[in-house]
């Protein structure tokens, strides 16, 4: 039964990566989730601004003694290690170490230089691939769509000229028109794109008039969002393309398969099944081939997605017509 499966050039034995997420702080559940069948792993984001804050508190201090005594100067840190990064980078270097399969470092970074610096770091430390997670605050009425889908474009164009490793993309769900903005991404040189970022939850606390934010557990009905966005760009676009978000058994990585994902990113499962959870959902997908019989997973891929509808917008109307009326 062949499950493999190539993913921003990497050739990969299955399609079951971890996504970023707490999982891969740990080297022993780093080496526990390669040997349950992890094909590759997804570090946690840098983030450019928690670096920032820490390289300003730095400075003050410096400052704040730098005249207290003549040797004060030799202890200035050197300019080339930017404080707050060296432990990422070296987490990196560890789990590189520790694991045999592809490791992908994540990255949030806010400044065009902040994200070619942080990114050829990341590259020099071993990272096989590096996913970039672009985020604009919904909230801000000073920046047109038009302009936010620039930036991104021109950072990618930044990030890919600079560096050797593949590229990809974590995008929103919430673009104006995504097709033509992932085939924009795309154009620019983007190795894969990534379905979707998950935004924290916001409620309000009536009582102690306080905002409450939280980070849920993704559950499988925030599958469908995500098929639906693979199978608009499935076999339109040359990147790579994952699914993160509503992935927890062989169903959903089936479905994930069907719609065009080249791979499919699991987190929520394996915080609430534990590592082994990789096994059980290979084994679900290679009884359903089984019993179907296909050979090779790559044979299904994007079998349902629109490649195949001359004229996909209109396709998509006359379905949400029909579903209205």
């Given at each position: 039964m062949d499950l493999?499966?190539?993913?921003?050039?990497?050739?990969?034995?299955?399609?079951?990566?971890?996504?970023?997420?707490?999982?891969?702080?740990?080297?022993?559940?780093v080496r526990?989730?390669?040997?349950?069948g992890?094909?590759?792993?997804?570090?946690?984001?840098l983030f450019e601004d928690e670096i920032t804050g820490e390289q300003m508190?730095?400075?003050?201090?410096?400052?704040?003694?730098?005249?207290?005594?003549?040797?004060?100067?030799?202890?200035?840190?050197?300019?080339?290690?930017?404080?707050?990064?060296?432990?990422?980078l070296e987490h990196l270097h560890r789990v590189k170490q520790a694991a045999g399969i592809p490791v992908i470092a994540s990255l949030n970074a806010l400044t065009p230089e902040g994200w070619v610096w942080y990114a050829h770091l990341i590259e020099q430390a071993g990272a096989d691939a590096i996913e970039l997670q672009m985020f604009h605050p919904a909230s801000d009425m000073t920046t047109s769509a038009a302009e936010v889908e620039r930036r991104a474009i021109e950072i990618v164009r930044s990030v890919k000229g600079a560096l050797r490793i593949p590229v990809?993309?974590?995008?929103?769900?919430l673009q104006t028109a995504f097709a033509h903005f992932a085939a924009q991404l795309d154009a620019a040189g983007a190795d894969g794109l990534i379905m979707f970022t998950r935004f924290h939850h916001v409620d309000i606390d009536m009582e102690n008039l306080e905002v409450v934010r939280t980070m849920l557990r993704s559950?499988?009905?925030?599958?469908?969002?995500?098929?639906?966005?693979?199978?608009?760009?499935?076999?339109?676009?040359?990147?790579?393309?994952a699914i993160t978000g509503g992935v927890h058994d062989a169903a959903d990585v089936l479905k994930a398969t069907m719609a065009g994902a080249h791979?499919?990113?699991?987190v929520s499962a394996l915080l609430l099944h534990g590592p082994d959870h990789l096994r059980t959902v290979r084994a679900g997908i290679e009884a359903w081939m089984r019993e179907h019989e296909w050979n090779a997973l790559g044979e299904m891929r994007a079998n349902m997605?629109?490649?195949?509808?001359?004229?996909?917008?209109?396709?998509?109307?006359a379905n949400f017509r029909s579903m209205l009326s």
């Open positions: 493999s499966t190539t993913y921003l050039g990497l050739r990969l034995p299955n399609p079951l990566v971890v996504g970023a997420g707490p999982l891969t702080d740990d080297l022993d559940m526990e989730l390669e040997d349950a992890a094909a590759a792993l997804v570090l946690r984001s508190d730095a400075v003050l201090n410096i400052e704040s003694h730098s005249e207290s005594f003549a040797e004060a100067a030799s202890y200035a840190p050197d300019s080339e290690v930017l404080p707050g990064a060296d432990e990422y990809a993309v974590k995008l929103s769900p559950g499988p009905m925030q599958l469908s969002l995500r098929l639906r966005a693979t199978a608009a760009i499935a076999g339109r676009v040359k990147a790579s393309l791979v499919t990113q699991l997605s629109l490649e195949r509808i001359p004229d996909p917008a209109a396709y998509e109307r």
